[in-house]
């Protein structure tokens, strides 16, 4: 992946919270704060640089593991036009399911009724 995480944060750190403004967020996946994979490979450099500067101000230890991954314009493209093709599937998915379960729940309600003589 196209990543950048801070290694050795906490969430809910104050401290750590003021020298990572946005758009800097927490992830549960990689256990730190990580820049957006949508901000361009100009933005990303300029926003660690800032970091660490404000880590140096704050004396604080703190350090950001690139993965190093730096995809092109075109392959961030492609990434995110395969990631949104996968959600509108899974989307396309729910909707047929939840479709499929309002017919029957109203050809339920139908059966009932005509069984009680009210149609």
Do not use: K
């Not at 970091?51 to 991954?69: I, N």
């Amino acid at each position: 992946g196209d990543e950048v995480t801070v290694t050795g944060t906490e969430r809910g750190n104050a401290t750590h919270r003021a020298i990572l403004p946005r758009p800097w967020v927490w992830s549960r996946r990689a256990g730190g704060y990580v820049l957006p994979r949508s901000l361009t490979p100009m933005t990303r450099d300029l926003r660690v640089g800032q970091f660490r500067a404000a880590c140096a101000s704050h004396a604080v230890a703190l350090d950001v593991d690139d993965t190093g991954a730096r995809m092109s314009e075109a392959q961030r493209r492609e990434a995110r036009d395969a990631r949104l093709e996968i959600a509108a599937d899974r989307h396309e998915r729910a909707a047929e399911a939840a479709e499929a379960e309002s017919d029957a729940r109203y050809r339920n309600v139908g059966q009932c009724t005509v069984l009680q003589g009210r149609w």
